[in-house]
């Protein structure tokens, strides 16, 4: 069959990359795809808001599954429009993808289920806002305050705000709510309790019917070592991950996992493709952030590089509801690093067009694969590759151990460089801290039951 992706970053990459490997696929078009698609794939240039000239595509050229990687595509109904011409897609529908594009629904959905979460409220006026951050956090601006102020909608992964201080918080506020630095995304925003605690990622593949739960991740949001500096969309990530055991992997399936698939159904809106879950394992338990509603970026990347199974396999029973059908995914037991190579203003301004070099030489390191995200080919000379985004490549390796597949990784970012070029260096440290780590999960398939 032929494969259709629909998305740029390092994710459509990765799973271009992996769809290839399927003794199925004949041919993998990446829509609009980046330096890296081109090399490994067939990049078409479709509008991207043009649902009914992609599905036009997919008909004249045999495709027999459309992926879709980002968020955006998803929440303005992509797959209502594939389904409606009888296209086999992977993702949520619409209705669905509210889980990710909109906090407040999100919420709504965990109270339905009885998942934990943090505390919030809702506001669509942020002088309504602001009386009840000043009522709570009387005095000035420097007292203390541990709340997370978030935009609604969706904003790249960038809008959310992390506040220790009642100013940090009424200036998030501000610019959220009032000054609309995320557009139509902070027309409605939360302003939530900051969980403590140790984030990770557990993303699980279901049909809404059956639940395959995938190795647990951790992510790196935060730009600066340490956890430090602004949110991004991701800097790097390892899996396995040891803040989660595998009982904790059992005990989000059971309480978390089937619950929100079950509410999703009795709401009306049920889910198939990739329900991610990002976790905060506080002191008094695991408790969701959010959910994202397909493959993180760049936890897409380690994980696919274990993975042994056919991911198409995978990824059709979705679309057909068949789950079930298939035997659970297998997994290379050993770690898998991400480092996001990034521009430097990231996740600021940032200037692009600059030459990237040695991508070659990164690639040729021992179980590295370099997938690119915000790369163009030369206006000019497809032989020259440039920059065109924030987050540029994810370098990812294999190794027998975390500290061993880290290594690697940074050797091959120390094989490229263009001017400006920067990336943390601190991903998977924090398995390191760690005394043991566990071994890749093998999850069964657990059935969602009905009333």
């Known amino acids: 069959m ?6 740029s970053g390092g994710r459509e990459h990765a799973l271009a990359w992996k769809i290839l490997q399927s003794p199925r696929v004949d041919t993998v078009f990446v829509s609009p795809g980046n330096a890296g698609t081109y090399q490994d794939a067939v990049n078409v240039d479709l509008d991207q808001d043009d649902f009914a000239a992609m599905v036009r595509f997919a008909e004249k050229n045999a495709v ?60 669509t006026d942020p002088d309504l806002a602001i009386e009840m951050l000043e ?11 541990h709340v997370v102020v978030k935009a609604d909608g969706l904003a790249a992964g960038k809008g ?40 990770a990622s557990i993303l699980a593949i279901t049909d809404g019917k059956t639940i395959v739960t995938l190795p647990a991740a951790q992510d790196h949001k935060p730009a600066g070592d340490g956890d430090t500096g602004p949110n991004t969309g991701g800097m790097g990530a390892y899996s396995p991950t040891p803040a989660v055991s595998d009982e904790d992997v059992r005990w989000v399936e059971e309480n978390v996992l089937v619950p929100t698939i ?45 993975l042994q199974s056919d991911v198409v396999d995978i990824l059709e029973a979705v679309a057909d509801g068949e789950l079930d059908r298939i035997e659970p995914p297998q997994w290379d037991p050993r770690p898998a690093c991400c480092v996001v190579v990034a521009s430097q203003g990231y996740p600021g301004s940032y200037k692009a067009g600059y030459e ?11 179980d590295v694969k370099v997938f690119h995200a915000g790369t163009s080919l030369g206006q000019f000379d497809k032989d020259r590759i440039v920059t065109s985004g924030g987050r ?39 398995a390191l801290a ?18």
């Open 434 to 451: 760690k005394q043991t780590i566990k071994g890749g999960l093998h999850s069964p398939e657990l059935p969602i039951e009905d009333d």
């Open 64 to 123: 027999g599954l459309t992926v879709v990687g980002p968020e955006a595509p998803l929440a303005a109904g992509i797959v209502d429009t594939f389904e409606a011409a009888g296209q086999k897609v992977f993702g949520p529908n619409k209705t669905a993808a509210r889980l990710e594009a909109s906090k407040v629904f999100c919420k709504q959905i965990l109270k339905m289920a009885g998942v934990p979460t943090a505390d919030y409220r809702a506001f």
């Open 160 to 199: 959310v705000t992390v506040c220790h201080t009642k100013q940090d918080a009424l200036d998030a506020i501000e610019a959220i709510g009032r000054d609309r630095v995320f557009g139509e995304a902070g027309a409605e925003f939360i302003i939530e309790e900051r969980l403590e605690g140790e984030e």
């Open 356 to 366: 990237i070099r040695g991508l070659e030489a990164a690639d040729s390191v021992e």
């Open 392 to 430: 540029v490549v994810g370098v990812t390796a294999l190794g027998n151990t975390v500290a061993e597949a880290k290594a690697s990784a940074y050797a091959a970012v120390e094989c490229i460089e263009w001017n400006g070029c920067w990336c943390r260096s601190d991903i998977s440290d924090k």
């Open 2 to 7: 032929n494969v259709l992706i629909i998305g």
């Open 262 to 306: 079950h509410a999703l159904k009795k709401n009306g809106t049920p889910f198939k493709g990739v329900l991610y879950a990002g976790l905060m394992i506080t002191p008094t338990g695991i408790k969701v952030l959010e959910y994202n509603v397909r493959f993180g970026d760049p936890e897409c990347q380690p994980l696919l590089m274990r």
């Open 135 to 145: 009522e709570r956090f009387a005095g000035d601006g420097e007292r203390p305050c």
